[in-house]
Nanobody, 118 residues
């Protein structure tokens, strides 16, 4: 059974940091492209960051470049999203996603809430 379980969300003040984790099981983690998406309140889900298995390709939304970093530990079947200098507009439910190739979205986690507010 495929599972993606996010953790690390919460309430943080503007300018603060959070590190999201997504633990995967039930599929060959090391061969999949891993991504983070987010869905702000009342808006559509959007791509935040993507990283291939070996890290030869990474991509970030313009709105998070220089502030967020996606990384993965293939030995632990876990992908991370380090979020620094958080802004209120980063408030959203964050989802991890695994795909068999770039552009594919085969598996989803249940999401974790991130709220940036003073």
């Amino acid at each position: 059974q495929v599972r993606l379980v996010e953790s690390g969300g919460g309430l943080v003040q503007p300018g603060g940091s959070l590190r999201l984790s997504c633990a995967a099981s039930g599929f060959t983690f090391s061969s999949h492209v891993l991504s983070w998406y987010r869905q702000p309140p009342g808006k559509e889900r959007e791509l935040v960051a993507t990283r291939t298995s070996t890290g030869t390709y990474t991509n970030y939304a313009d709105s998070v470049k220089g502030r967020f970093t996606i990384s993965r530990d293939n030995a632990k079947n876990t992908v991370y999203l380090q979020m620094n200098s958080l802004k209120p507009e980063d408030t959203a439910v964050y989802y991890c996603c695994a795909g068999r190739a770039l552009g594919r979205r085969d598996y989803w986690g249940q999401g974790t809430q991130v709220t940036v507010s003073s």
